[in-house]
């Protein structure tokens, strides 16, 4: 029992964090926010030269190797910087799911090009009207589509795919339609685990690192900002609110990395952490976004500041793979059995 | 304590409905149920002039100034019959509301005459300048100096948050007349054409990525002398007294688009069935217990101009509204992320969005508490630094 | 419309607002606590020489035939010292049912010792057990009961009455069990509906005034109250709690007085004001009272401050008559029609 | 990071659970499941020695003091697993939590072998003087006095809020030690036997109507020279660090007693059919998530004890039992207001009224806040006002 980065983890997070800081400026995010949510050369030298796309995907893929804890790790970086890149979608939804249930011959067709971002892959679940959004799914070259009891891999030129408008334009969805597409079947209730757990402990992950950032970017701010003749952060109401930005960062950092852990470990808590860190983090990303605007006053909410690129995704955050409501509800039915 | 209304007010009812429904069903019926505060504004500005011509833009003004003398009663059912029929946001806002109640309390007759049938006609549309760079909540913090050149006013400075000045032919200002003054000593109230070389408008664009506030630079920027409303120096008092005008029948038009949002809300729960979630119906609920207490509230201000309710109508609404707009995400769900431009989703979105300025501009929620407490509660005032005047 | 107090209605409040001020000290509520929840001098006073009881009874019966509107104004003044009497068991829920569904010869019989106070009366709904808690029965001559579909009255005597230790004990609860008791029926719907409405009104009421009077003396605890050599109203903290606080209140008393005219005027809206005001101003108190006892920090919850008469009776206002959530479900579904 | 436990933990997890549901199942069964604070001190007494005689009081301390050098994981399971078998709450918490571990890192060698074994024994119970009358959460504002008289300290002065003082053999106070001396300094720790004229205790009845707190009054008491943990004037610096203290294991001890009332309220919803009201089953969860957080807040700040997560602990768990507290009451409904007394209901309606004090006592949530936002986040100090020290 040792609750703290291993030396290892501590370098893979600082290595993340200053590879994100250098390359993830809010104009090369403004500038992929207009052009796909994505930036290429951003995605090129993450997965290529920073072998980081397949950090959680198996070595003998093309992958690291590493767990959900190194996943998450990299996901609170990129989080930080709301980086617009398909992590989520590429590597921790579709990857996890051709990894968790694909044949030995799909991983080697797909996992390789997952892991060296050569290909992106997106990630669907599609209701009875056989469509579904998926993120970052205009820019994927292939998708894993959950439909009906199946999940399957299918070419992104086999499906149609409209680009929607998306508030959170650094992780845009598209609209995917599964027509009479040729289609690989996975074996489905591990790859829909493994895509669904891995994805929200992802997302929460995000959040995190949106929200930390959000309260650094706010407490100097805070420190600089003269009202009244007084530094902002001098006045109470100021301190306080920041304060209570801490303590759910601190919170959502225990459950983002309880639920890293838990899924490692294979514990058998591993539903109600996954539930719990998606449900806390989104939450608190949220919070803590509407409270950096607050703070910041009117230039809080303008265009040129970024504090818009992070309210926005957090609250793409809380829609994508469940609300925090949805995910309350299923600790709700592991708490009450009888009831559920 | 009464709540309903006369036989002869409800004909008063009769008849601006009957007026109202007529219009918007017939030559204003592209404004019918229109939301936005920036689209459409040459439409607008012809609705303005369409309820001066008939009398229906100011009806609590004297009749003089082209008013129908009206009573609060009165008043108050022409707002709710104006959310009713679906009339748009008034373009004229910041003229019917604000500067002409302030111009009927501080005007000369002059001023009076020249300005309040323009308003009421719908021929000249205002904005206001109070908030400055650097300056944010703090108001009495003016920097924009203003000083008499012969019989001209000429103004310096820059404001910033001015709603709707890309629209409006008058801007009202807060500046220092008399240099070297601090705090709300020393300031006046300027009234500035906003069609001349001295004032460049530059939109502000948010969140949203539209642009309803502006920044606006005055650089050299003139008005008469006589376009000052109050005597020199007494700037802050008239400036505070508009203030309180904001808290007046106006905030009865404020509530009616808060109306139409939650009605959009309700309709897009209806749509998706998330009006069957339990946690949706508590929302939707305090929703409308706030809305109504708004209501309300608003009467309780109306009918006795000093209460309590008026210095926590602010934070209010602000507070209300935004939530409403957390609400209308949690309806929509991932749908408001790709609501379709020009859709009842995409207003929504956009409400969701803009609200959170809501608790912003116009005094934050945390100036809102301190007010309320200093004033409300008679608390210690907050210590002001030393660093900066 | 007006919607402000009348010269009258200020009279009345002034009055009433004297009254309790003068005999509703701390010593003898606390008095009353420790026997029964009522304080019997000041009953006789309120009902007998203040004819206060009857304030929205018929003349005709004894009352002073005044509305809802000084009904509230009175059930707001007693709030506010949390005074310990039956207004609300025998008047409001009672006196209401009795008067709106009684025969001439029920509410000649009944309503003017309930109005002069000579005879207590209680309210209590019953359910499928046959048994239910009655506010003040204990202390209570007769009960209107609520039971299947029926509405009655029935003597104390002829029913199980057991008087049960309360949180709150100015106003004690009392298990009643109906038995083989001789009953006189009510019109049920007319009765129902009264008690019901107008119950819940008082309750909001008395949440108000409640409220109010904490906030009062919560603000001058900290215009007093020093610490880190600071007057703590002076803190930001403090300050901002307390702006809260009122907020709350003026809207619980728009909610309050707009629901009391609805049941004056008939309006159409009643159901939606009532349950509103009920909702809003007992939501209110409570978060008013968990303020105060914050705010004063640790005398605030020593037995020997008023603090905790306060908070347990305005959590006992959120539970009698329905809660706040059970409010804001009716009014959804006035709200929503087709999905209630 | 890792979550799970070695082989050896596991069969050291197997051992500990044996003794304590023998125990508990045996000899001290009417002490399985107390969540009480108050009740049964004799008995509590008797559970602290036979912890002590069998060697599982305070298993992290060295051997020789009467611990026996359990590795964090093993005392990580030791509570998890005292909470599992429905132990009571520590009579001695504050000996073996708190005044232990300042004594292992201040004490002098005869100090940790005068009270260490004591402790670890349960011969002798513990409580603690910080706060002082009008001092509220203002710890530096200490005003009892200590002077040194001879071979003895001499106390005089009054502390308050201390818990559980009616059963305690000794208590550690911060007395001021240089006469004249302000705020932190000149502050001396100080141990004292209870049981002497110069002290007297007086309960504080709380909102509950029980008296766990107390008064106690210091006139001429007197504990012996040697009896001062570190040296005089170091009094503030022992007392911070004691506080520290309350970060460590001892949290998962508290935490084992926030299980059990959690566990109540979700055995009252299965009961009385409020588990299926959705609004109530966020509630459950959100209590749910927020103790496993508490959880793996407390092994994020063993695992590293300097981590934020230290800072932020307080206002954590206060905050969230003030809410179990409102959500136990929502659960019961009116039911609650009339619990019987003894009932698990009536323990309910003890924990909504005593999780008032939560964010009150150890330091108020707003100073929790201010400290958070001051040495976590580096934003300005509070000014202290001038009119008092």
Redesign the interface.
């Known amino acids: 029992m040792h609750f703290a980065f291993t030396d290892e983890q501590a370098m893979i997070a600082e290595t993340a964090r200053g590879f994100f800081a250098g390359a993830a400026t809010s104009e090369r995010t403004r500038a992929a926010m207009a052009g796909g949510g994505i930036d290429r050369a951003l995605w090129t030298a993450f997965a290529g030269e920073m072998g980081l796309a397949g950090v959680a995907l198996p070595e003998a893929y093309g992958g690291s190797g590493l767990g959900m804890v190194e996943a998450a790790i990299v996901a609170e970086a990129a989080g930080a910087l709301v980086a617009a890149l398909p992590f989520l979608a590429s590597s921790l939804l579709a990857g996890s799911a051709i990894a968790a249930g694909g044949s030995e011959t799909q991983r080697e067709t797909y996992l390789p090009a997952i892991a060296s971002g050569t290909r992106i892959a997106s990630f669907v679940e599609m209701g009875a009207s056989g469509e579904g ?1 998926a993120p970052h799914g205009a820019v994927a070259d292939l998708f894993v589509v959950a439909i009906g009891g199946g999940v399957v891999i299918v070419d992104a030129a086999d499906v149609a795919v409209e680009a ?5 334009a650094t992780r845009p ?1 598209a ?1 995917v339609r599964l027509g009479s597409a040729a289609i690989e079947p996975l074996d489905p209730v591990p790859a829909l685990r493994a895509a669904r757990s891995r994805g929200a402990v992802a997302l929460a992950a995000d959040s995190l690192g949106g929200a930390q950032a959000l309260l650094d970017r706010t407490v100097a701010f805070a420190q600089d900002r ?6 902002i952060g ?2 109470q ?2 301190k306080h609110r920041l304060a209570d930005m801490m303590v759910a960062i601190e919170q959502a950092r225990s459950a983002v990395y309880w639920a890293a852990c838990a899924i490692d470990e294979g514990s058998p808590d591993v539903a109600l952490a996954v539930h719990s860190a998606k449900a806390f983090a989104c939450d608190a990303y949220f919070d803590c976004a ?1 409270a950096a ?2 703070l910041h ?2 230039i ?5 500041h970024d ?2 690129l992070f ?2 995704r957090a ?2 955050n809380r ?2 793979l469940g ?1 925090p ?1 949805q995910h309350r509800e299923a600790v709700a039915a592991l708490m009450l059995p009888r009831a559920a | ?5 006369t036989a002869a ?1 409800e004909a008063f009812r009769a008849e601006a409905s009957a007026w109202l429904e007529g219009e918007l069903a017939g030559p204003f019926a592209d404004l019918k149920g229109l939301t936005s505060l920036t689209d459409a504004p040459e439409r607008r500005r012809e609705w303005e002039q369409r309820l001066g011509t008939a009398g229906w833009s100011c009806i609590g003004w004297p009749k003089m100034f082209g008013g129908r003398d009206a009573t ?2 009165e008043q ?1 059912i022409f707002a709710e019959e104006y959310a009713r029929a679906g009339g748009p946001p008034r373009l004229n806002h910041m003229g019917v509301e604000l500067i002409g109640p302030t111009i009927l309390a501080f005007g000369s007759d002059e001023q009076k005459v020249r300005f309040l049938p323009a308003i009421a006609a719908g021929t000249e549309i205002w904005c206001q300048g109070y ?1 400055e760079p650097g ?4 108001l009495a ?1 003016v920097r924009t100096k203003a000083a008499l050149d012969g019989s001209e006013w000429r103004v310096d400075g820059q404001k ?2 001015t709603s709707l000045a890309q629209f409006a032919d008058w801007i009202f200002v807060v500046a220092r007349s008399e240099p070297g003054s601090r705090g709300p000593k020393g300031l006046s109230f300027l009234m500035l054409p906003v069609d001349q070389p001295g004032i460049t408008i530059r939109p ?4 949203t ?1 539209d642009a309803e506030f502006n920044e606006v630079f005055f650089d050299g920027a003139t008005t008469a002398a006589d376009n000052m409303l109050g005597a020199a120096g007494d700037g802050w008092r008239v400036a505070m007294a508009l203030l309180g005008f904001e808290r007046g029948v106006s905030t009865l038009a404020q509530q009616m688009g808060f109306r139409n949002e939650l009605t959009a809300i ?1 309709r897009a ?2 749509e998706n ?1 998330r ?5 949706i ?2 929302r ?3 929703a ?3 809305l ?2 708004m209501r ?2 608003a ?2 201000m ?3 101009p000093d ?3 008026a ?2 109508y602010k ?2 609404w602000a507070s209300w509204r935004q939530a409403l707009g957390e609400l209308a ?2 309806v929509l ?2 749908s ?4 379709e ?1 020009g859709s009842e989703a995409a207003m929504l ?1 956009n409400l ?2 803009y609200s ?2 809501d ?3 116009g005094g ?3 100036i ?3 007010i ?3 004033r ?5 005032r ?8």
Do not use: C
């Open positions: 959004l929607l408008p998306t508030m959170d969805l609209r003269v009202q009244f003749g007084r530094p001098s006045f109401a100021v509407a605007i607050q006053g009117g809080g909410f303008t265009w040129e504090a818009h309210f926005k609250q793409a829609t994508l609300t409501d | 304590m009464r709540l309903g209304f007010e609060l009663a108050v908030s300056a944010g909540s703090d913090n910033i948050w502000i664009h948010q969140i990525g309700v729960a209806n069935g009006d069957r979630d339990a946690l119906r508590q939707l609920a305090r409308e217990i706030g109504q207490l309300y509230g009467l309780r109306l009918s006795t209460s309590a309710a210095l926590t934070i209010q995400m949690d769900g991932q408001g992320e790709v609501a431009a979105a969701f969005l959170r300025a608790t912003i501009y934050s929620n945390e809102q508490r301190n309320i407490a200093e409300g509660l008679g608390l210690p907050e210590p002001r630094g030393t660093s900066n005047a």
